[in-house]
């Protein structure tokens, strides 16, 4: 059962265009959710994180946006660039169930020039 | 430079055959993960280790067993019983203590059937 649902599954932008990506959960006890990057033959790195007590996160041209009530957040890329072309992830810490991480499935985003 | 090193990066396995990942970081980091991701699947936990000579199942364990001798070192063993192990493995690890801290991950190994 998948714990953390994200969309799309891939995602195609223009250069200087906004990519946005989606996450849903449903486990309230939730309390940490990071956003990683991961470019092909490489281990994901850690994009952007937030906690559950802020709506919103911003570094850079990356934004988490966070509805609490809604149990949603989403990345937005601003300015996307072809070198934000990657694989990403939107990820969940279950505060009552250690310290692993559940993971979405994976968005591939392609930004053409 | 600390980090996190995984080796090989690339792995053969015969049928019936026992192949063991290494995962060595100099983080000082005490808790340390393996993930198996296939393409589409996202990551999918293996085993975690929060302390030296603890670790706990994770999701998808069977077919897999680790060891955590020494707190830099956490190496996955991919036994003859894990049926498809066809995939991208992945080791993280993650300072404990102030939480929530990020997992800091290796740049994985890639493990194939002959």
């Known amino acids: 059962q998948q714990q953390v649902k994200q969309s799309p599954q891939s995602l195609i932008v223009q250069k200087g265009g906004i990519s946005i990506i989606n996450c849903a959960y449903e486990?309230?006890?939730?309390?940490?959710f990071p956003w990683y990057q991961q470019f092909p033959g490489k281990g994901p790195a850690l994009l952007i994180a937030?906690?559950?007590?802020?709506s919103e996160k911003k570094e850079g041209r990356f934004t988490i946006s966070f509805n609490k009530s809604a149990k949603q957040f989403s990345l937005h890329i601003m300015d996307s660039q072809p070198g934000d072309s990657a694989t990403y992830f939107c990820?969940?810490?279950?505060?009552?169930?250690?310290?692993?991480?559940?993971f979405g499935k994976g968005t591939t985003l392609s930004v053409s020039s | 430079d600390g980090g996190i090193t995984q080796s090989p990066k690339y792995l053969f396995r015969k049928e019936g055959q026992n192949v063991t990942l290494s995962c060595e970081q100099n983080?000082?980091?005490?808790?340390m993960y393996w993930y198996r991701q296939d393409p589409g699947q996202g990551l999918r936990l293996i085993y975690y280790?929060?302390?030296?000579?603890?670790?706990q199942k994770g999701d998808i364990a069977e077919g897999y067993s680790v060891s955590r001798e020494k707190k830099e070192s956490f190496p996955l063993t991919v036994t003859s019983a894990q049926k498809n192990p066809t995939a991208f493995y992945l080791c993280?690890?993650?300072?404990?203590?102030?939480?929530?801290?990020?997992?800091?991950f290796g740049d994985g190994t890639r493990l194939s059937i002959l």
């Open positions: 486990n309230t006890a939730f309390d940490y």
């Open positions: 983080l000082n980091h005490d808790a």
């Open positions: 990820a969940a810490r279950d505060n009552q169930a250690g310290t692993a991480l559940i």
């Open positions: 993280a690890s993650r300072p404990t203590g102030v939480s929530p801290q990020p997992q800091h």
């Open positions: 280790s929060q302390i030296v000579n603890d670790f």
């Open positions: 937030i906690r559950p007590d802020v």
